[in-house]
């Protein structure tokens, strides 16, 4: 039998729905929107129009969400109270970490090169202050002020080494803002809030680049920026790069793709065009609606890209086919509608569903993504039905030459005619053999996904081609780390900042912190108790307020709130996995249940960034995970429902748990865990997967043919389907794939994971899918015989 002939186009792929005993509407009719277009064609013309012109305005709303928290915000306590310690102690959201290295560092030459950089960054305008080596004062002597540790002029020869032996041996600057080998400094420079938080931050940061290059070169001393609003600068243009760069590669590969097997302008922007309007109106919807793009949020444009293709290409495939079959195209549009259209419905409910599992998060990041998407599939959903027919009445000419001249050489869909028909062919010939096969396949490929731990780094938020992450690695490496881990100490009622007591919770706390294995540079209000105490020999509590009050308001604020009612005594650790750093959390929180007894009037809480993602990290990913494995058997159950179908159900499960389970597999490969990026994007691609799932079965239950060879009954849909199941899913993996080019790792990992679920769950109806549909209606047929066996046998 040649399955890739032409011929083989069926008669059945218009059903007469008003028949008795025709297929039900799988639909429930919501695929009619689209008849409205070939009937108002002039008029929906200009409704099109008119909003894409108020979705462009939309667009340009569009802003960008650059908070590095925006994945644990919540209205959780342990969110709230992090968000109101950064409101308190405003000191590492608003600093940027300058990391000077270089083996030079502490010579002369390259001394006065630094300090000239610290003088030169102070001036820059919106800059608040800053600390660095050069902060750093001698002991005080008698009631005078402390001397700068660096003199005005630096000494020379042996003056200068001892100079270099009391840096190195100074208890503010060792270990903190100086490495051991002296060999890499820190500077920290804090910004002024309305800087960070408005549109000034891009000068300010580019300025500080910039004095910082000119300042250093020649010295061979190597400087990099680091800190929160770095980092918050190189993630918001991540964003809008990656915006700009996806709109056009989807553009272009989805352009390209169709022109190529459809050989005509016309079908292509009929298959092409739809998704792109999708993508405008879906993109001025969430402008108009104050939806901020974020890394999950970037990704919509590919996604919606996917969601609308994938039922245009089918659309366009139905429409074309019928055209060949001699109708008109006002015939050719109506058909494929309500042939492709109600699956087309179904697709873009699994999807949606998709999206509702997110809302099920804790995160307001994830579920902000889920409401954006489930909006954009609504969008789409009209959008396709709606602009298909309307382009195809608008475009085509000459029908009837088009399929006369096609008819004579359509080798491009003919072979992929002819490899469905032989895939198809080779499964329904065992199929009692694939589909154990598969069954053991899929549950073995479950059982390593099922081994998959959760993972969570910050540097994998971040930009991983910038300046930020390297230069907090260095500082991981040389300082304990970038990242700050914070102790609240909270005051009961009355209680002074001075008093006897207040002092010896915020020194026991400090010493917790500081015997916290993997916890370093550790700062707070008794770091000059201790340097007064140790230096000067003034322990007396009026000795440190006179100095607490000469510091600059920016440094006070670290430590003291303006209230005087609460301290933070901060830490640093570097960028580890969650997974290590929650030990070293639990462990400090234990350490200080010994203080919150002896002083139960003080309310201790460790908090800051690292804490709350260690925390929350995983049970979120968890969480997301078991909403995964809801979604499944809810979304099967919907296609049965939909299909008034168990067999459909049932023969659903495998072709749509496959791309799920083998993607989980080679994140388990390559030791990859399983990131917010990876869940997030099993569980869309889940729903997206299933597209091509359901347009096969739709096709499936049209093409049955009571009485008919069984074999031709599967043999045929895979036919007619296969091949806009095959060019969908290469599109839609090229546009989930173009993230890869993504500054953003996370973003990577979506963007080729999604991309190589949608090919292993095109396998998976191409392979499994026939093979299940076989067996289990072999199994129906056996049993049926059996049971009429028995009845007449009684």
Same mark, same amino acid.
């Given at each position: 039998?040649?399955?890739?002939?032409?011929?083989?186009?069926?008669?059945?792929?218009? #059903?007469?729905? /008003?028949?008795?005993?025709?297929?039900?509407?799988?639909?429930?009719?919501?695929?009619?929107?689209?008849?409205?277009?070939?009937?108002?064609?002039?008029?929906?013309?200009?409704?099109?129009?008119?909003?894409?012109?108020?979705?462009?305005?939309?667009?340009?709303?569009?802003?960008?969400?650059?908070?590095?928290?925006?994945?644990?915000?919540?209205?959780?306590?342990?969110?709230?109270?992090?968000?109101?310690?950064?409101?308190?102690?405003?000191?590492?959201?608003?600093?940027?970490?300058?990391?000077?290295?270089?083996?030079?560092?502490?010579?002369?030459?390259?001394?006065?090169?630094?300090? *000239?950089?610290?003088?030169?960054?102070?001036?820059?305008?919106?800059?608040?202050?800053?600390? /660095?080596?050069?902060?750093?004062?001698?002991?005080?002597?008698?009631?005078?002020?402390?001397?700068?540790?660096?003199?005005?002029?630096?000494?020379?020869?042996?003056?200068?080494?001892?100079?270099?032996?009391?840096?190195?041996?100074?208890?503010?600057?060792?270990?903190?803002?100086?490495?051991?080998?002296?060999?890499?400094?820190?500077?920290?420079?804090?910004?002024?809030?309305?800087?960070?938080?408005?549109?000034?931050?891009? *000068?300010?940061?580019?300025? %500080?680049?910039?004095?910082?290059?000119?300042?250093?070169?020649?010295?061979?001393?190597?400087?990099?920026?680091?800190?929160?609003?770095?980092?918050?600068?190189?993630?918001?243009?991540?964003?809008?790069?990656?915006?700009?760069?996806?709109?056009?590669?989807?553009?272009?590969?989805?352009?390209?793709?169709?022109? &190529?097997?459809?050989?005509?302008?016309?079908?292509?922007?009929?298959?092409?065009?739809?998704?792109?309007?999708?993508?405008?109106?879906?993109?001025?919807?969430?402008?108009?609606?104050?939806?901020?793009?974020?890394?999950? &949020?970037?990704?919509?444009?590919?996604? %919606?890209?996917?969601?609308?293709?994938?039922?245009?290409? =089918?659309?366009?495939?139905?429409?074309?086919?019928?055209?060949?079959?001699?109708?008109?195209?006002?015939?050719?549009?109506?058909?494929?509608?309500?042939?492709?259209?109600?699956?087309?419905?179904?697709?873009?409910?699994?999807?949606?569903?998709?999206?509702?599992?997110?809302?099920?998060?804790?995160?307001?990041?994830?579920?902000?993504?889920?409401?954006?998407?489930?909006?954009?599939?609504?969008?789409?959903?009209?959008?396709?039905?709606?602009?298909?027919?309307?382009?195809?009445?608008?475009?085509?000419?000459?029908?009837?030459?088009?399929?006369?001249?096609?008819?004579?050489?359509?080798?491009?869909?003919?072979?992929?005619?002819?490899?469905?028909?032989?895939?198809?062919?080779?499964?329904?010939?065992?199929?009692?053999?694939?589909?154990?096969?598969?069954?053991?396949?899929?549950?073995?490929?479950?059982?390593?996904?099922?081994?998959?731990?959760?993972?969570?780094?910050?540097?994998?938020?971040?930009?991983?081609?910038?300046?930020?992450?390297?230069?907090?690695?260095?500082?991981?490496?040389?300082?304990?780390?970038?990242?700050?881990?914070?102790?609240?100490?909270?005051?009961?009622?009355?209680?002074?900042?001075?008093?006897?007591?207040?002092?010896?919770?915020?020194?026991?706390?400090?010493?917790?912190?500081?015997?916290?294995?993997?916890?370093?540079?550790?700062?707070?209000?008794?770091?000059?108790?201790?340097?007064?105490?140790?230096?000067?020999?003034?322990?007396?509590?009026?000795?440190?307020? =006179?100095?607490?009050?000469?510091?600059?308001?920016?440094?006070?604020?670290?430590?003291?709130?303006?209230?005087?009612?609460?301290?933070?005594?901060?830490?640093?650790?570097?960028?580890?996995?969650?997974?290590?750093?929650?030990?070293?959390?639990?462990?400090?929180?234990?350490?200080?249940?010994?203080?919150?007894?002896?002083?139960?009037?003080?309310?201790?809480?460790?908090?800051?960034?690292?804490?709350?993602?260690?925390?929350?990290?995983?049970?979120?990913?968890?969480?997301?995970?078991?909403?995964?494995?809801?979604?499944?058997?809810?979304?099967?159950?919907?296609?049965?429902?939909?299909?008034?179908?168990?067999?459909?159900?049932?023969?659903?499960?495998?072709?749509?748990?496959?791309?799920?389970?083998?993607?989980?597999?080679?994140?388990?490969?390559?030791?990859?865990?399983?990131?917010?990026?990876?869940?997030?994007?099993?569980?869309?691609?889940?729903?997206?997967?299933?597209?091509?799932?359901?347009?096969?079965?739709?096709?499936?239950?049209?093409?049955?043919?009571?009485?008919?060879?069984?074999?031709?009954?599967?043999?045929? #849909?895979?036919?007619?389907?296969?091949?806009?199941?095959?060019?969908?899913?290469?599109?839609?993996?090229?546009?989930?794939?173009?993230?890869?080019?993504?500054?953003?790792?996370?973003?990577?990992?979506?963007?080729?994971?999604?991309?190589?679920?949608?090919?292993?769950?095109?396998?998976?109806?191409?392979?499994?899918? #026939?093979?299940?549909?076989?067996?289990?209606?072999?199994?129906?047929?056996?049993?049926?015989?059996?049971?009429?066996?028995?009845?007449?046998?009684?």
């Amino acid at each position: 039998m040649a399955f890739g002939s032409t011929d083989q186009r069926s008669d059945a792929a218009t #059903p007469n729905m /008003s028949r008795k005993g025709a297929p039900h509407r799988l639909g429930f009719g919501l695929e009619r929107i689209g008849l409205v277009s070939l009937r108002f064609p002039l008029l929906v013309a200009l409704a099109v129009i008119a909003l894409s012109a108020a979705a462009a305005v939309g667009v340009t709303r569009l802003k960008v969400d650059d908070s590095l928290s925006q994945l644990f915000r919540s209205d959780t306590a342990e969110f709230k109270q992090y968000e109101e310690v950064t409101r308190r102690f405003p000191s590492s959201e608003f600093d940027v970490l300058v990391v000077v290295e270089g083996k030079s560092l502490l010579t002369r030459p390259s001394l006065e090169k630094l300090r *000239d950089l610290v003088t030169d960054i102070q001036l820059i305008d919106g800059t608040k202050g800053l600390i /660095s080596l050069f902060s750093a004062r001698q002991p005080p002597q008698g009631d005078r002020l402390p001397a700068p540790l660096f003199p005005e002029a630096l000494p020379e020869g042996a003056a200068y080494d001892a100079l270099i032996g009391q840096v190195k041996a100074n208890e503010i600057i060792r270990g903190k803002l100086l490495s051991e080998d002296g060999e890499l400094a820190l500077i920290v420079l804090a910004l002024d809030p309305a800087v960070v938080e408005g549109k000034g931050l891009n *000068d300010v940061i580019s300025e %500080i680049r910039k004095t910082v290059d000119q300042d250093l070169a020649g010295t061979g001393l190597n400087g990099r920026l680091s800190g929160v609003p770095v980092m918050q600068l190189e993630i918001r243009n991540a964003v809008e790069r990656d915006h700009l760069i996806y709109n056009a590669i989807g553009f272009v590969a989805g352009c390209a793709i169709a022109i &190529l097997f459809f050989r005509r302008v016309s079908f292509m922007i009929m298959a092409a065009a739809p998704p792109l309007i999708a993508i405008l109106l879906a993109l001025g919807s969430l402008g108009w609606l104050d939806f901020r793009l974020n890394m999950f &949020l970037n990704v919509m444009t590919p996604l %919606i890209m996917v969601i609308s293709f994938s039922d245009s290409m =089918q659309l366009t495939f139905a429409a074309r086919d019928r055209l060949l079959a001699g109708e008109s195209k006002f015939e050719a549009m109506r058909n494929a509608i309500l042939v492709v259209g109600p699956a087309c419905v179904l697709t873009h409910g699994t999807a949606g569903l998709s999206f509702v599992a997110l809302l099920l998060s804790d995160s307001h990041l994830i579920r902000t993504f889920g409401a954006a998407g489930l909006i954009a599939t609504l969008i789409a959903f009209v959008a396709v039905l709606t602009l298909m027919p309307l382009l195809g009445v608008l475009l085509l000419r000459k029908e009837a030459s088009f399929a006369a001249k096609v008819k004579e050489s359509d080798a491009a869909v003919d072979v992929l005619r002819r490899i469905c028909g032989w895939i198809a062919g080779h499964m329904v010939r065992r199929p009692g053999v694939y589909s154990a096969l598969s069954v053991l396949v899929v549950g073995g490929l479950a059982l390593v996904y099922a081994n998959l731990e959760p993972r969570y780094r910050l540097a994998d938020q971040v930009p991983d081609k910038q300046q930020a992450v390297a230069a907090s690695s260095r500082l991981d490496a040389k300082l304990t780390g970038a990242n700050p881990v914070d102790v609240l100490v909270e005051f009961p009622q009355g209680a002074s900042l001075y008093s006897p007591t207040s002092l010896a919770v915020i020194g026991s706390v400090h010493a917790a912190l500081e015997k916290q294995a993997g916890v370093g540079n550790v700062w707070s209000l008794e770091t000059l108790r201790r340097w007064l105490a140790e230096k000067a020999g003034k322990a007396d509590t009026a000795s440190l307020k =006179q100095y607490v009050d000469l510091l600059p308001e920016h440094l006070k604020r670290r430590f003291v709130s303006a209230e005087e009612n609460a301290v933070v005594v901060s830490g640093r650790i570097p960028d580890i996995d969650a997974s290590r750093l929650l030990p070293v959390i639990g462990n400090l929180d234990a350490a200080l249940d010994e203080i919150r007894a002896k002083n139960p009037g003080y309310k201790i809480s460790v908090t800051g960034l690292s804490a709350v993602a260690a925390r929350n990290s995983a049970s979120m990913i968890g969480k997301l995970n078991k909403a995964l494995t809801i979604e499944i058997v809810f979304v099967a159950a919907f296609i049965g429902i939909c299909f008034r179908s168990l067999f459909v159900m049932a023969v659903s499960i495998l072709p749509g748990i496959f791309p799920i389970v083998v993607s989980g597999a080679v994140l388990w490969a390559m030791g990859e865990g399983l990131q917010f990026a990876s869940i997030v994007a099993l569980t869309v691609s889940f729903g997206l997967g299933l597209s091509a799932t359901i347009h096969y079965l739709n096709r499936l239950r049209l093409e049955y043919r009571p009485g008919e060879d069984p074999k031709l009954g599967v043999i045929r #849909p895979t036919v007619l389907v296969g091949p806009a199941l095959i060019l969908t899913s290469v599109v839609l993996a090229c546009g989930l794939a173009v993230t890869v080019f993504s500054d953003l790792p996370s973003l990577r990992l979506f963007g080729w994971l999604s991309a190589f679920a949608m090919i292993a769950a095109l396998i998976g109806d191409l392979l499994i899918l #026939p093979a299940t549909v076989m067996s289990l209606r072999e199994i129906i047929r056996w049993a049926r015989k059996r049971f009429a066996a028995l009845a007449r046998a009684n």
